[in-house]
């Protein structure tokens, strides 16, 4: 294809390109000071809007593209993958109270400094074989690189939490005074006992050895082939999406109740729901061929191609699974 056939500027491709921006300003931002990573850690999630909202656009005007594709995934590894990382690093440094990196650096610190950027080529790898791999149209294989930006911009933001602006915190509490009127007792849920829950992140954000864990698995779960459900909607019916509108509905509660502290959560929620949907469906095809026996039974008193038909019907159903 010659260059003066490639529509550069269409509107998904636009909108690729402000995820881009955006991702980039996040990288500069969090490079310039560690008490700019919560702004880093917004325009991250900027970033993710319009990582989506380039898709959405692409298929509402059907503006498919080589091109807009290649170019997704570059604006990905900048926004999913440098951006995080900046952050990661200065977070890093912060709890090793590294004030200035230098080669006279002590070798342990050098190596927990070096280790933020696994992320950057898990997240290159990840949309290396996303691009290759057909098989990852309705569904994705491993954590998506957006999934694992977010988790990572939501440390700093946490890291800054007030309990009291929680309305979660406040329920409990009540629930809490309620216990104690009704029936003179003091409940574990006391608001003493809440404020020391949530201000563990305060402590463990302040310790190296709390990031290569999570380094190490996020980077795993990039690449692993392990089935993520989609959220992508082709129809907006309740049968064929009631996974999707559960998780939805469950992620904005969380997120009103717990606010930053819920990202973490859904995402891990997320990975939990699909691994347990897997199991689900596996659990189902090993029942396959029992029920296309039950099933041919039925059928043996009607028509005779009827048999293989449901046993195709059915092989269709759990092909996912098989």
Same mark, same amino acid.
């Given at each position: 294809?010659?260059?003066?056939?490639?529509?550069?500027?269409?509107?998904?491709?636009?909108?690729?390109?402000?995820?881009?921006?955006?991702?980039?300003?996040?990288?500069?931002?969090?490079?310039?000071?560690?008490?700019?990573?919560?702004? #880093?850690?917004?325009?991250?999630?900027?970033?993710?809007?319009?990582?989506?909202?380039?898709?959405?656009?692409?298929?509402?005007?059907?503006?498919?593209?080589?091109?807009?594709?290649?170019?997704?995934?570059?604006?990905?590894?900048?926004? $999913?993958?440098?951006?995080?990382?900046?952050?990661? $690093?200065?977070?890093?440094?912060?709890?090793?109270?590294?004030?200035?990196?230098?080669?006279?650096?002590?070798?342990?610190?050098?190596?927990?400094?070096?280790?933020?950027?696994?992320?950057?080529?898990?997240?290159?790898?990840?949309?290396?074989?996303?691009?290759?791999?057909?098989?990852?149209?309705?569904?994705?294989?491993?954590?998506?690189?957006?999934?694992?930006?977010?988790?990572?911009?939501? +440390?700093?933001?946490?890291?800054?939490?007030?309990?009291?602006?929680?309305?979660?915190?406040?329920?409990?509490?009540?629930?809490?005074?309620?216990?104690?009127?009704?029936?003179?007792?003091?409940?574990?849920?006391?608001?003493?006992?809440?404020?020391?829950?949530?201000?563990?992140?305060?402590?463990?954000?302040?310790?190296?050895?709390?990031?290569?864990?999570?380094?190490?698995?996020?980077?795993? +779960?990039?690449?692993?082939?392990?089935?993520?459900?989609?959220?992508?909607?082709?129809?907006? #019916?309740?049968?064929?999406?009631?996974?999707?509108?559960? $998780?939805?509905?469950?992620?904005?509660?969380?997120?009103?109740?717990?606010?930053?502290?819920?990202?973490?959560?859904?995402?891990?929620?997320?990975?939990?729901?699909?691994?347990?949907?897997?199991?689900?469906?596996?659990?189902?095809?090993?029942?396959?061929?029992?029920?296309?026996?039950?099933?041919?039974?039925?059928?043996?008193?009607?028509? #005779?191609?009827?048999?293989?038909?449901?046993?195709?019907?059915?092989?269709?159903?759990?092909?996912?699974?098989?």
């Amino acid at each position: 294809m010659s260059d003066t056939q490639i529509k550069y500027f269409t509107i998904p491709n636009l909108i690729t390109l402000l995820n881009l921006f955006s991702g980039s300003l996040a990288i500069f931002i969090a490079f310039e000071s560690p008490d700019n990573l919560i702004v #880093s850690a917004y325009l991250i999630g900027i970033s993710a809007i319009l990582d989506f909202l380039d898709g959405f656009t692409a298929r509402l005007l059907g503006a498919y593209s080589e091109i807009g594709k290649q170019l997704d995934s570059l604006a990905d590894l900048v926004s $999913f993958g440098v951006a995080p990382t900046a952050i990661l $690093f200065q977070m890093m440094q912060e709890a090793l109270k590294v004030k200035n990196v230098s080669p006279n650096l002590p070798l342990s610190d050098t190596l927990f400094l070096a280790s933020v950027a696994i992320i950057v080529m898990f997240s290159a790898l990840r949309l290396a074989k996303f691009n290759i791999d057909t098989t990852q149209t309705t569904s994705f294989k491993g954590l998506a690189t957006p999934a694992v930006a977010m988790f990572i911009a939501s +440390l700093p933001i946490i890291s800054e939490l007030d309990p009291s602006e929680l309305i979660f915190y406040y329920a409990l509490d009540g629930i809490d005074d309620f216990m104690k009127a009704a029936f003179e007792i003091r409940t574990s849920l006391s608001f003493g006992f809440m404020l020391r829950f949530l201000g563990i992140p305060l402590i463990i954000f302040k310790n190296e050895y709390f990031f290569l864990p999570i380094i190490l698995i996020l980077s795993y +779960l990039m690449i692993c082939d392990l089935p993520m459900f989609s959220l992508k909607f082709k129809e907006y #019916s309740w049968r064929n999406n009631k996974t999707k509108y559960i $998780f939805l509905g469950t992620s904005l509660i969380f997120i009103i109740l717990l606010q930053s502290l819920a990202i973490p959560l859904i995402i891990i929620a997320y990975i939990i729901t699909s691994l347990i949907t897997l199991l689900a469906g596996k659990a189902k095809a090993a029942n396959l061929p029992i029920e296309i026996e039950e099933q041919n039974i039925k059928a043996r008193n009607g028509n #005779s191609n009827n048999i293989l038909i449901i046993e195709k019907d059915l092989k269709t159903e759990f092909k996912l699974f098989e």
